[in-house]
């Protein structure tokens, strides 16, 4: 399978949409997503060799991706904000206290409009299964301004969804 294209291309097939919305999902934008997806897999094809299959040629395609999305943002110079002076973080709110009736299509919308700190976080979390300890590695914040952007997220998540007025009646 090494450097067969025919390989390449099923593997790209296999995997480039999944790819592409992880990308999207941290980075809000299709053209920046497009470009981390082609890099994402030429990387991967060229760093084959590198590949031990420890854990499935997905996850670790997806590891690539989600590393080269958060190099895109830090070119764009987004910060999070410093939540280290934060001694106590609120419960977080339990999933039973949103309404489940909401369609998927406007929760994906108003996940689009929060701020990169909060989307990333956000999406990194629910989306994409990593615990704050993860977000903090992969994001070199403290699991504190993990939990905090993602409380917030969720905070503003809400607030974008009652305006649209699709809050429980």
Do not use: C
């Not at 999070?80 to 339990?94: A, M, Q």
């Not at 689009?112 to 979390?125: A, C, F």
């Amino acid at each position: 399978m090494h450097g067969s294209r025919a390989a390449q291309f099923q593997l790209y097939k296999l995997y480039a949409k999944a790819m592409y919305n992880v990308a999207l999902r941290i980075l809000n934008y299709e053209e920046e997503a497009e470009d981390v997806l082609q890099e994402a897999f030429l990387d991967a094809f060229t760093r084959i060799v590198d590949f031990r299959q420890e854990t499935t040629f997905g996850l670790w395609l997806k590891q690539i991706v989600i590393n080269k999305s958060i190099n895109y943002l830090r070119k764009r110079k987004f910060e999070f904000v410093s939540t280290d002076e934060v001694s106590e973080i609120p419960e977080e709110l339990g999933a039973d206290e949103y309404d489940m009736r909401l369609q998927a299509n406007e929760i994906r919308q108003a996940i689009t409009k929060l701020p990169d700190g909060y989307r990333v976080v956000l999406s990194l979390y629910l989306l994409e299964g990593y615990d704050h300890e993860e977000i903090s590695h992969i994001l070199k914040i403290s699991e504190n301004t993990s939990r905090t952007q993602y409380m917030r997220a969720k905070k503003k998540l809400k607030s974008i969804l009652e305006q649209k007025g699709m809050r429980d009646e």
